[in-house]
């Protein structure tokens, strides 16, 4: 009787500096069986392929397409061919996307979008460095969920109201605002 090998799986936690956010790049020739998180998904396919069933039936990602899911959405996932594939998740405890608006929902499970996918490289570049700015990394955060939810990254969407936020860093130069502080202070989500 012959043995087989288990399939090549490799995961690799990455720092993220945000509570509520985890993060894990994976190499794997496995396919997964159904199942489900209780966070939000956001990832990018790097190398191979992957068919997944999800909320809209059966997709496939390939390089450079961004993946998504959403809390408790059963979905699966296997190779595209004989190779394995990887990819850089986050994941997302909801209360952390309830920061980017009261109901937020992915466009599509699969998004072929190069400034979705470089601003989440950027992301991911940006929360893995040791000094890492958590304003910045939270900052980033909302941006690519606004982007995967297919709005807008317009920076000066609402000049008028972010000026109360630079008003509140001007009147305390030495404080240490959060992304949520500065957002209620201009009477908007994060």
Known sequence: MMLMAA???HVR??????????AIVTESARSFGRHTHGQFGLGLV???GQASHSCAGTVEALPGDCITVHPDEVHDGMPLGDRPRR??????????????????????????DARLATLLLRTC??????????????QEGMRLLGLAAGRSLGRDEVPGRLRLARQLIDDCPSEQFSLGALAQAAGMDK
Do not use: I, K, N
Request: no cysteine; net charge negative; charged share 20%.
């Open 13 to 22: 936690p990455l720092r993220t500096h945000l509570p509520g956010v985890q």
């Open 87 to 112: 990819w850089f998740m986050l994941y997302m405890d909801p209360d952390f996307v309830a920061g980017a608006a009261d109901a937020y929902e992915f466009a599509r499970p699969v998004l072929s």
């Open 46 to 48: 790097m190398d191979g």
């Open 125 to 138: 570049t940006t929360m893995a460095r040791l000094e890492a700015d958590g304003l910045l990394v939270e």
């Open 7 to 9: 399939p090549f799986h």
